[in-house]
C-alpha cells in the first residue's frame, strides 16, 4: 500500500508540472476536493449518519488535519510547480519522514533510535543537495529558489497530518477520509475565490480535465486511504520513512514524461534518500 502511495504522489508533482498553463493552482485545489468528496459521500453517506456524533465530538481536529493536511499542502505544491521541477519537488518531499519523527519524538515521546537519527541526518543532506542545486553554499545566502521553499513548508504540513492521524477519531477509515475531503473542499473554495477576485483564475482546458482526474483518483482518492490504513497498521513513524520512495518514483516519471534534466546531484541525493530508508529500517530487517 505505501508503494502504490508512494507511486501515486510521485505523480501527483509531475502532474502540478504538467498543468501549468493548463489550470490554474487554486482552481485545480478545488476541483479535485469537489471530485474526490462527491465520489466518497456517494460510498459512505449512511455509515456517516451511524457515526455523526463521533464525528462532530472530533470536529476541530478534522477540521485542522484536512485544512492543512490536504489543501494547505497540495495548495503550495502546486503553486510551488510554478517556480520548481517535479525532480526537486519531489526529492524534497523527502524530508517529510524527517519531519514526522522530529514530531513524533517531541509530541508522543516516541523513542528514536541512533540508526534513525542517523537516517534522519541523511535523509537531510539528500533534500539540502537538491534544493542548493549541489552548491551547499547557497545555504548560507539562502539562496533558494521560492519553489523549494513552498514545498518545504508543505512538508511541514503533511508531516503535521500524518503524526495527527495517530490520535484520529475510532470511525472507519473511509468515514474518516469522506469528512477531512469535505474540509478540503470547504477550506480550498476560499483560495479559488481569490484567484477569480484577482483574475488570475485559469479554468482548465481538456488537458486540464484529465490531469484533475488523475489528481483525484489516485494521489488524492486511492493513495491517501492506503496511506492511512498504512499508518494504522505500522504507526507514522515507519509509514512515514516510505515517504522517501515518492522521489524516486517522481524523479523517474519527471524525466520520462516531462523530460526533465537529470542532473549529478539529483543522482547523490536519491542515493542518500535510499540510505536514510535503509539505515531507518535497518534494524527491523535484521
Known amino acids: 500500500m505505501l508503494a502504490i502511495t508512494a507511486l501515486s504522489w510521485g505523480g501527483n508533482a509531475v502532474a502540478s508540472r504538467l498543468a501549468v498553463g493548463e489550470i490554474s493552482p487554486m482552481a485545480l485545489t478545488c476541483l479535485r476536493w469537489t471530485i474526490v468528496m462527491s465520489i466518497s459521500l456517494a460510498i459512505t453517506h449512511r455509515e456517516i449518519t451511524t457515526e455523526w456524533t463521533l464525528l462532530r465530538r472530533n470536529w476541530p481536529l478534522i477540521f485542522a488535519m484536512g485544512a492543512f493536511g490536504f489543501t494547505g499542502f497540495n495548495a503550495l505544491l502546486y503553486v510551488g510547480a ?25 509530541v508522543f515521546k516516541t523513542r528514536i533510535t541512533v540508526l534513525q537519527i542517523l ?12 534544493a542548493t542545486r549541489g552548491d551547499v553554499t547557497a545555504l548560507l545566502g539562502l539562496a533558494l529558489n ?26 472507519s ?64 513513524g515507519r509509514a512515514g520513512i516510505f515517504v522517501n520512495l515518492v522521489p524516486v518514483f517522481g ?24 540510505g536514510g530508508i535503509w539505515l531507518a529500517e535497518w534494524r527491523r530487517k535484521f
Open 82 to 106: 510554478h517556480y520548481t521541477t517535479a525532480v526537486n519537488l519531489t526529492i524534497i518531499q523527502g524530508s517529510v519522514p524527517v519531519l514526522v519523527l522530529l514530531g513524533a519524538l517531541l
Open 119 to 130: 537516517g534522519m541526518i541523511v535523509t537531510l543532506g539528500g533534500v539540502a543537495l537538491v
Open 146 to 171: 521560492p519553489g523549494d521553499l513552498l514545498m518545504l513548508l508543505a512538508c511541514v504540513l503533511y508531516a503535521s497530518y500524518t503524526l495527527a492521524l495517530r490520535n484520529r477519531p475510532k470511525v
Open 173 to 236: 477509515g473511509f468515514v474518516f477520509f469522506t469528512a477531512l475531503a469535505a474540509v478540503a473542499f470547504v477550506t480550498s473554495l476560499p483560495l479559488m475565490f481569490y484567484e477569480i477576485w484577482m483574475g488570475t483564475v485559469l479554468w482548465p482546458t481538456p488537458k486540464g480535465w484529465m490531469i484533475v482526474l488523475y489528481i483525484a483518483l489516485f494521489p488524492s482518492l486511492i493513495a491517501q486511504l492506503f496511506f492511512m490504513r498504512a499508518v494504522e497498521l505500522i504507526g507514522p
Open 251 to 274: 524523479a523517474i516519471l519527471a524525466v520520462g514524461i516531462l523530460a526533465e534534466p537529470f542532473r549529478l546531484y539529483h543522482g547523490a541525493a536519491l542515493l542518500l534518500v535510499f
